[in-house]
Nanobody
Framework: QVQLVESGGGLVQPGGSLRLSCAASGSIVSTAFMSWYRQAPGKERELVATIAITGTTTYADSVKGRFTISRDLAKNTLYLQMNVLRPDDTAVYYC?????????WGQGTQVIVSS
């Protein structure tokens, strides 16, 4: 059973930074296509960033240049470094793993960007 547990969310002022973590079970971080999604109130869940098994990364245009996805294979942990945060980054952030035919989700961590 794949388990993903996010942490690191919270309240931050505009322009600030946060680093989200996603602790994964087993070696899923090195063997799955890993992603961060977010869902703002009243909106659909959207893809934020991905990292392939090869290490190749992609970003949504809205976060490009501000967010960085990375992983620590020894710790089986996925990260999302978020800089220059804006109020429209406010959302619940979810870690996701695409492993074979199945997609797994964490429970989410809330990020609120407000002064």
């Amino acid at each position: 059973q794949v388990q993903l547990v996010e942490s690191g969310g919270g309240l931050v002022q505009p322009g600030g930074s946060l680093r989200l973590s996603c602790a994964a079970s087993g070696s899923i971080v090195s063997t799955a296509f890993m992603s961060w999604y977010r869902q703002a109130p009243g909106k659909e869940r959207e893809l934020v960033a991905t990292i392939a098994i090869t290490g190749t990364t992609t970003y949504a245009d809205s976060v490009k240049g501000r967010f960085t996805i990375s992983r620590d294979l020894a710790k089986n942990t996925l990260y999302l470094q978020m800089n220059v945060l804006r109020p429209d980054d406010t959302a619940v952030y979810y870690c996701s793993a695409l492993y074979g035919p199945r997609r797994y989700w964490g429970q989410g961590t809330q990020v609120i960007v407000s002064s």
